[in-house]
């Protein structure tokens, strides 16, 4: 064991560049990756651990990491606090290669290729893994991904037009993180636009899950465009639609002129004759009208005043017409717009203003 | 400060309020219009139009939303024939200056654009605002059609 000590530590620092080196250029295997660690046996287990049973990889890119940057052996969630010494930066760019190129050593044993691109991915989902352990790893796997999420946001921020990454990226960081809060990341912290710009991206995402629950058939879509799509069109339909009933009821109008004022002037006194169903409703609608009459007296009291008068105007005259043209069409009519006010619930309005009388 | 928005209120008042301003606005209108109504039906159609959206803008909370009171403003407004955009083209630009840069990229902001012509007053919000006001806007106007829709029905010779 004392041998052992001593020639690790010895070994380890000197074992760094052509370490890291080896991992550059692929080669690697079961043995290279032992020796490449270099750290005693426990610490290869928990790195081994902390990454994914499964993939080495990620245990050699972090282990790279932890070799550039503590030589005794780190306890795992020093990681984190290692990570956040801002030398670490170029480390982290190099250690977001070395994930890149493990995850290809991991898919073929191949030479090394520059891209990262394809692989950006597999390694997200890796440490999407390596982000749902439970523990200390959360927050030093996090804030590690975070900062490849900063790295590729800075660069997407000096190239300043492509607005389809930053949402992707958003979306990307969406996914990832468990929670929905703003939050200060590295490489960003410092630039508060953007910082602004993210909540105002989540609030607008939010608001736009209300949306696609109110127009109908924009669950499915996905992307905003087309959801802002399909929620204009509505809002168009809807509008054409107020045009053209109101083109409908400009061609009924000749009839309301006296149906609505004897309609409204109705209830003040029943003094209609033939109201079969009046009384019933007269009956149904005080109880209606007690309990909005709260909201309508506490939201404006200035509107129906004014209306008042006119109504106590329009006793007289209404009647005098209504005589002359004859009481049966004219009272159908009423009951029957009475009726479908009453069916939708519509007609607290004569009750209403009575009451405020 | 994104998870503060939490309670966003998009609550409309039942179809009775909406029918009862607009039947009111409706006599209103024929108190003003004579009773041989001489005028050419286009008039009538607007003047009905108006009156329901007025109506609608009324009920649907006054003026505790935005687009609420930029329709109350735009039917007084068009009684008084004054143009009505000055508001609206200064708010519009103090926005755009910030987010311009990458405001003609982003599919979303057309969308925004158009939206905002379409709703009422949303020349003068940011876009967040303006989607919470669509929502209440949609809401609204479809609680309008079904008052009209009603009233269309009772009124209709058989």
Not at chain 1, 1 to 8: E, I, T
Not at chain 1, 60 to 84: F, K
Request: hydrophobic share 35%; net charge positive.
């Amino acid at each position: 064991m004392d041998l052992n000590g001593p020639r690790s530590a010895a070994a380890g620092p000197p074992r760094e560049p052509p370490g890291l080196e080896s991992l550059h250029l692929g080669g690697g295997d079961a043995g290279g990756f032992t020796a490449l660690l270099e750290l005693p046996p426990t610490q290869a287990v928990e790195l081994l651990h902390f990454a994914d049973p499964s993939s080495q990889a990620t245990a050699v890119a972090v282990a790279g990491i932890g070799l550039d940057v503590s030589p005794p052996p780190p306890p795992i969630h020093s990681y984190g606090a290692s990570l956040t010494f801002p030398s670490n930066s170029v480390l982290l760019e190099r250690a977001a290669r070395f994930s890149v190129m493990a995850n290809e050593k991991q898919q073929q044993n191949g030479n090394v290729s520059g891209e990262t691109t394809t692989t950006t991915t597999s390694s997200n989902s890796n440490l999407d893994r390596v982000k749902t352990e439970p523990g200390e790893t959360d927050s030093s796997s996090q804030r590690l991904e975070n900062n490849r999420c900063g790295k590729r946001k800075e660069l997407d921020k000096k190239v300043k037009g492509s607005a389809t990454k930053k949402k992707s990226k958003s979306s990307e960081e969406n996914e990832k993180l468990p929670y929905v809060h703003v939050r200060a990341r590295r490489g960003q912290a410092t630039d508060s636009h953007s910082l602004a710009e993210r909540a105002r991206r989540e609030k607008i995402n939010a608001r736009m899950k209300l949306l696609q629950e109110l127009v109908p058939g924009c669950d499915k879509i996905q992307g905003t465009a087309l959801v802002l799509d399909e929620i204009i069109n509505h809002v168009q339909s809807l509008q054409r639609q107020v045009e053209m009933l109101s083109m409908r009821l400009a061609a009924v109008n000749p009839r309301i002129d006296f149906n609505l004022d004897t309609l409204l002037a109705s209830e003040n006194g029943s003094l209609m004759d033939g109201s079969f169903n009046g009384t019933a409703m007269q009956l149904a609608w005080p109880h209606q009208v007690t309990e909005t009459e709260q909201s309508f007296h506490h939201r404006q009291l200035q509107p129906p005043q004014p209306q008042q008068w006119t109504y106590d105007g329009l006793n007289q005259p209404p009647w005098g017409r209504e005589e002359d043209q004859g009481h049966g069409n004219e009272h159908t009519s009423l009951m029957a717009v009475s009726e479908n006010m009453m069916v939708g619930s519509a007609s607290l309005h004569p009750n209403q203003v009575k009451m405020e009388m | 400060m994104a998870s503060a928005d939490k309670p966003i209120n998009t609550d409309v008042p039942e179809k009775d309020v909406f029918a009862l301003h607009f039947l009111q606005s409706l006599s209103n209108l024929r108190r003003q219009n004579t009773f041989n109504s001489p005028e050419k039906t286009n008039d009538r159609v607007k003047k009905i139009k108006k009156a329901a959206y007025v109506s609608m803008a009324r009920a649907a909370g006054g003026t505790s939303r935005l687009w609420s009171r930029a329709l109350l403003r735009r039917a007084a407004k068009e009684t008084n024939k004054v143009v009505r955009f000055s508001r609206r083209k200064k708010r519009v630009t103090w926005l755009r200056r910030r987010s311009n840069r990458r405001d003609p990229v982003e599919e979303e902001e057309k969308e925004a654009e158009r939206l905002r012509n379409l709703v009422p007053g949303g020349g003068a919000m940011e876009t967040s605002k303006l989607i919470e006001e669509t929502a209440y806007y949609i809401k609204c106007l479809s609680m309008q059609v079904k008052v009209m829709q009603c009233l269309v029905d009772g009124l209709s010779p058989k």
